[in-house]
């Protein structure tokens, strides 16, 4: 896509009184230790200093762990097996305790990609969130290594150590300019792994999804374009359904309406062997590629009886699961939303959409006698930028031109807490585990606890 947005150990301790907060605690997890500020001696030597409140009137105290782990953290932190799984831009993948964060282990899998041309995350090692087979107690993850060469990598959750491996280069284009940035997605039996092209669009790449079957390592292939491009780079998962998944296309070489339609700036449904049974693009799709303004900056939603998508133009679309439309979506609906990047979330008929200017609020209704669903705003959260998360009651947002973990009220948009968690990366989105909320940072890892 054109103009795309994305996108040693040290350790800070931060205390003050908290009083009626729902979180209390801001933890950035740690690997080795220092001392406290104040020449005492504290857990894992950690230092210690006062944090102030982004709003005084709400009295609540940070009590801050901050570490760097070998490099910055992109994907969203998994979580399954009584752990916490996280992967750095350097290739080393990190087992955390869910209820101290502390490191259980950690494995280095290879020297990361620098990339050439273009490209705004170097070096270029994991992007993609992990994702952890219950079944197996097994987690993956996507590694680039020097030579470009992208591998999923299966590591046994109890000790990290290689269970598996399949090389997952796609035979078409060219591997130096893709990025595997979307979450590593676990279906029936396959791991799919999703690549785009580097921030800047060089090189000779085509959007691509990888379907790995576990059981036997083989691997199916779906190409995004026959014209060229089509990155697949937004940074959640697909949406899924009962028989296929969703995923969004960007933008493709291919600008001219005359041409024929080359599967690009779309929504696409695919099967568990990457094979596409049903697909959406607008009718303006050759004038979106031109200009930049497709749909492939945002996962699919599959909610509220739609499939939801809006992109970078601001232009909403309700989707009928079972019938995507076509080049034009028959029967589709459209309506005025946002430039949305990332994933949304959602709770009932009521939809939050991952906005560039901040995180909007949506009620999806049926419509009368049978016709095309309604849609009504509600909220609009400015600087809520980051990948909306719903849990313990509250509406867990980053901020991350600030570097700040928003606590909103579902209902209304109202800010109920800002915690300062340190640089983040574009689109980073929080994980919930128990009663804490797990969160990626340029540094390594964020965790708020009670």
């Not at 107690?137 to 999923?152: G, I, K, M, N």
Request: charged residues 15%; aromatic residues 8%.
């Amino acid at each position: 896509m054109r103009g795309r947005r994305h996108n040693g150990v040290s350790v800070v301790l931060m205390r003050a009184k908290t009083i009626g907060c729902v979180l209390t605690a801001v933890t950035l997890l740690t690997l080795a230790g220092c001392t406290t500020s104040d020449g005492s001696t504290g857990k894992a030597g950690q230092t210690s200093q006062t944090s102030k409140l982004d709003k005084p009137d709400q009295p609540v105290a940070e009590k801050t762990l901050a570490t760097k782990l070998d490099g910055p953290v992109y994907g969203r932190p998994a979580a399954g097996g009584n752990q916490v799984f996280a992967a750095t831009e350097n290739n080393t993948v990190y087992a955390l305790s869910p209820t101290d964060g502390s490191v259980k282990w950690s494995k280095h899998l290879a020297e990361p990609f620098r990339p050439h041309g273009c490209g705004n995350i170097i070096p270029l090692g994991i992007t993609g969130a992990p994702v952890y087979d219950p079944a197996s107690q097994t987690v993956y993850v996507v590694a680039e290594d020097t030579t470009a060469r992208h591998v999923l990598y299966g590591l046994a959750a109890s000790d990290g150590h290689v269970a598996s491996q399949v090389e997952v280069d796609p035979p078409f284009g060219t591997r130096d300019f893709l990025q595997q940035r979307p979450a590593l997605t676990l279906w029936h039996g396959h791991v799919f792994a999703v690549f785009g092209g580097l921030s800047g669009d060089c090189g000779d790449y085509i959007g691509a999804v990888a379907s790995v079957d576990l059981a036997s390592g083989s691997v199916n292939w779906f190409a995004a374009s026959t014209s060229g491009r089509g990155g697949m780079w937004a940074p959640g998962e697909p949406a899924i359904g009962t028989d296929r998944l969703y995923f969004s296309i960007g933008n493709g070489n291919t600008d001219d309406p005359a041409k024929p339609f080359d599967g690009t700036d779309s929504v696409v449904a695919l099967n568990t062997d990457a094979k596409r049974v049903d697909f959406f693009a607008p009718a303006s799709w050759a004038d979106d590629n031109r200009t930049d303004a497709d749909l492939g900056s945002m996962n699919p939603l599959l909610a509220a009886g739609h499939v939801i998508i809006a992109g970078k133009s601001g232009q909403g679309y309700l989707l009928d699961p079972a019938h995507l439309g076509g080049v034009g979506g028959s029967g589709t609906q459209t309506f005025p939303a946002c430039a949305a990047f990332g994933q949304a979330a959602a709770d009932g008929d009521v939809v939050y959409l991952p906005c560039a200017d901040g995180t909007r609020a949506y009620r999806i209704g049926a419509g009368g006698n049978g016709g095309a669903g309604t849609v009504t705003p509600l909220w609009h959260a400015p600087k809520a930028n980051g990948q909306p998360v719903l849990g313990g009651g509250r509406l867990w947002v980053p901020n991350w031109d600030d570097g700040v973990l928003l606590a909103l009220d579902p209902a209304t948009g109202t800010v109920v807490r800002q915690i300062t968690v340190g640089k983040l990366p574009h689109f980073a989105k929080p994980t919930i585990v128990g009663d804490k909320v797990f969160l990626e940072t340029m540094d390594g890892v964020a965790v708020v606890s009670p």
